[in-house]
Each structure stands twice: as structure tokens, then as C-alpha cells.
């Protein structure tokens, strides 16, 4: 028997359609099944899963803000060590002015 192209899709769509109607209520009850079972896992597992994820949590503010503390400071550092702040210092924070024999500050 020699079906046409249309022919072969038409008895496709009504297999399939067949086979959606019969599995249909099988493939919806195993999905429901999963996802209850995925439910109850993450229910079970919470406080675990949050006292982790605030342990993972805590080093990484730690360590962000030792890091902004370093950048400030560095920034502190470069601030003073630039020509412009020398004339706003005291002559004994002043390497300028005490290098050249100069007490005094401007």
C-alpha cells in the first residue's frame, strides 16, 4: 500500500493524537508525582539549605569589606603621597618641605 505524503500525515496526527488521549493521564500523574516528591526534598531540606547559603554568604561580606577598607586606605595613601596634599599638611607630615630644610607649611 502506497500512501500519499498528506495521507502519512494525517495518520501521524491521529496516532499521536491516540497516543496523547491514552498517556495522557499516566505522563500527568508521573509529573505531579515528581514534582510533589521535589517538593517535599526542598521542604525537608530548607534549614540546611539556608543555614549554607548564609554560612557561603557571611566570609563573602567579610571579605568585600576588607576590601573596601584596603582601597580606601590605599587611596588614602596615594592622596597623601601626591604633590597637591603636601602644601595642606604640617611640616612634620610634609617629606617636601622637612627635606629641604623648611618647617614652615604654607
Partial sequence: VRLTLREMRELTKSKLA?????????????????????????????????????????????????????????????AFQSSAWQFYLPAEFNPAATQNGDKSTL
Fill in 18 to 78: 491516540h497516543l496523547r488521549a491514552v498517556n495522557e493521564p499516566r505522563v500527568l500523574a508521573e509529573i505531579q508525582a515528581q514534582q510533589d516528591a521535589r517538593r517535599r526534598y526542598q521542604l525537608a531540606n530548607a534549614p540546611a539549605q539556608s543555614r549554607a547559603v548564609s554560612a557561603l554568604r557571611r566570609p563573602c561580606r567579610a571579605s568585600l569589606l576588607a576590601a573596601c577598607v584596603a582601597l580606601i586606605a590605599a587611596l588614602i595613601v596615594i
